[in-house]
T-cell receptor, first 110, second 112 residues
Framework: RKEVEQDPGPFNVPEGATVAFNCTYSNSASQSFFWYRQDCRKEPKLLMSVYSSGNEDGRFTAQLNRASQYISLLIRDSKLSDSATYLCVVNRGGSYIPTFGRGTSLIVHP | SQTIHQWPATLVQPVGSPLSLECTVEGTSNPNLYWYRQAAGRGLQLLFYSVGIGQISSEVPQNLSASRPQDRQFILSSKKLLLSDSGFYLC???????????FGPGTRLTVT
């Protein structure tokens, strides 16, 4: 099993839709989790951290499920500008070494 | 506020030539620094990270090396490039180990 796994997609959704991505991780000792957004041929940009209690920022909600070892990202009311690749990051338990998932591609169409 | 610089933005180098990519961070002290490579259509691969001057940890054995001669400067080098070294090289910094990372604009390297 890979350390961090994401469904590559693409997720093709209409504007206004709600879409959710999951990211599973294998190391139960992992302590910190993040979601990044990467536009084509650009650097990743931090979207949000994922806390044990969850995290919400506007239309974006991130959740952590330690029992099943996954994090999720929910996007409500999708905009055309949300089209991008969404990367999850899990820090290796005990060492804080970051491991990136390969990303999930989202395409929002009119 | 903090900013991170990387240069050059693009680079085309022949096989067997040397490489030096530089990354500098402004507006913070003693950052954790990272070098990643992203091959075409692939995920980010952590190459090196550093928690302080002169402290470099390597994640993947290969013909690349890294150095941190100053607190906010991180350099990625190679003595002889391979075709497989082509990719998008990204430098990132974080305030703490395991903390949120902020990326530079990257260098797109093509080895011919």
């Amino acid at each position: 099993r890979k350390e961090v796994e994401q469904d590559p997609g693409p997720f093709n959704v209409p504007e206004g839709a709600t879409v959710a991505f999951n990211c599973t991780y294998s190391n139960s000792a992992s302590q910190s989790f993040f979601w990044y957004r990467q536009d084509c041929r650009k650097e990743p940009k931090l979207l949000m951290s994922v806390y044990s209690s969850g995290n919400e920022d506007g239309r974006f909600t991130a959740q952590l499920n330690r029992a099943s070892q996954y994090i999720s990202l929910l996007i409500r009311d999708s905009k055309l500008s949300d089209s991008a690749t969404y990367l999850c990051v899990v820090n290796r338990g005990g060492s804080y070494i970051p491991t990136f998932g390969r990303g999930t591609s989202l395409i929002v169409h009119p | 506020s903090q900013t991170i610089h990387q240069w050059p933005a693009t680079l085309v180098q022949p096989v067997g030539s040397p490489l030096s990519l530089e990354c500098t961070v402004e507006g913070t002290s003693n950052p954790n620094l990272y070098w990643y490579r992203q091959a075409a259509g692939r995920g980010l691969q952590l190459l090196f990270y550093s928690v302080g001057i002169g402290q470099i940890s390597s994640e993947v054995p290969q013909n690349l090396s890294a150095s941190r001669p100053q607190d906010r400067q991180f350099i990625l080098s190679s003595k002889k490039l391979l075709l497989s070294d082509s990719g998008f090289y990204l430098c990132a910094w974080a305030l703490t180990q395991g903390g949120e990372q902020y990326f530079g604009p990257g260098t797109r390297l093509t080895v011919t």
